[in-house]
């Protein structure tokens, strides 16, 4: 008996898509608002006050992400990251933090966030069971940081809620996300860097992405991993360290002197889309399975015509399963295949892609 038909009783087989890859990692964005608007994901031209956000009906509420995250768990997920938006602008987060970790199966809850409400909701996050925090931020020059977050927040605030993460013991620990932008904050990377040197608080920089439509991502502005990694071991020698599991996104180096260690994410020089076990899901309940995706699958609609009887998590775990089993998705190894003309020119994208504010980075 496949798992499309089997009972709760009976263990689904895990399913894996049409590249191998089984489904191990689940985002889960649960708002779609942010309280900052950065331009490479919400640019305050679009995302102004008349902006039309969901309203709270309209969202997953916990009993459904619950759900869809223990069907989820039955398939293989053992990791989930809440993600926005900015997530914590969600009321009661830290509930469904407990709840998501009492799942049988998930070994791991994390966190992204832009840091600005750490300070008021770290404490009750860890004690809820949040074993990871990942602050967004992508310079430490006020002038830098005030255009990169959209003229949002204080750089200040965003410190002292890295500090309040820190405080609260985060077992798994607590990382910095930067984007790097060629001219626009490259130069700052050895500052942050510095900054976060032995205090085991580890910096990933992140590859300038053309994630969503309305960013004006040019490869130009994109700074290689490689070359940021030149930069660095010029000031600090680094040596690599092993990947701790397969399709590790972040290719992760250790200070020679002992000072910790950072990461480098390079989507667009070195793609890795053929280790990929990640599913997205939306804070109005579409499931996506790429980062890069055009469409993706309304579980809103059935969670909600359906009960949370054993018929329903069928059905729901049938279509979670069929989902993951006809993914082809390698939207950035193919981006590193086609979009470049025989001239060398960027060839423009014709996708429409799902906004990075939508389903999470």
């Not at 459904?64 to 995250?69: D, K, L, M, N, Y």
Request: net charge positive; hydrophobic share 35%.
């Amino acid at each position: 008996m496949n798992d499309e038909n089997s009972s709760r009783s009976v263990s689904p087989v895990p399913p894996v898509d049409r590249h191998g890859r089984p489904l191990r990692d689940l985002r889960i964005s649960v708002m779609d608002r942010c309280n900052f608007r950065c331009p490479y994901c919400m640019p305050e031209a679009t995302y102004h006050e008349a902006f039309r956000f969901l309203g709270p009906r309209e969202r997953l509420d916990f009993d459904e992400i619950e759900r869809v995250a223990r069907i989820a768990a039955e398939l293989g997920v053992t990791k989930i990251r809440l993600t926005g938006g900015e997530p914590l602008l969600r009321p009661g987060l830290p509930d469904l933090v407990s709840r998501l970790r009492a799942l049988p199966g998930i070994e791991d809850v994390a966190l992204t966030t832009n840091g600005i409400l750490l300070p008021r909701f770290a404490p009750a996050l860890h004690q809820a069971g949040l074993r990871r925090v990942t602050v967004s931020l992508d310079s430490l020059d006020p002038a830098v940081f005030a255009h990169m977050s959209g003229g949002r927040g204080e750089l200040s605030a965003v410190l002292k809620g890295v500090d309040a993460a820190r405080a609260a013991g985060f077992e798994g620990g607590v990382k910095i996300n930067t984007v790097v932008q060629r001219g626009v904050n490259d130069a700052g990377v050895p500052d942050i860097l510095a900054r976060f040197r032995h205090t085991g608080v580890a910096v990933r920089l992140i590859e300038y992405m053309d994630v969503g439509n309305r960013n004006g991502w040019d490869r130009v502005d994109v700074v290689p991993s490689d070359e940021l990694h030149a930069r660095i071991a010029a000031l600090w020698p680094l040596e690599p360290l092993p990947p701790r599991y397969r399709g590790e996104v972040a290719r992760r180096y250790r200070y020679v002197d002992g000072a910790g260690e950072i990461g480098f994410v390079s989507s667009v020089s070195a793609p890795f889309c053929g280790a990929c076990s990640r599913a997205r899901l939306s804070s109005d309940g579409k499931l996506y399975t790429c980062l890069f995706a055009t469409t993706g699958t309304d579980l809103r609609a059935l969670l909600r015509d359906s009960a949370g009887d054993a018929e329903g998590d069928q059905k729901l775990r049938a279509t979670l399963s069929r989902i993951w089993r006809q993914r082809t998705d390698r939207y950035s190894e193919e981006r590193a295949r086609h979009r470049i003309s025989p001239h060398g020119e960027e060839k423009p994208s014709r996708q429409e892609k799902i906004e990075m504010h939508y389903i999470g980075g």
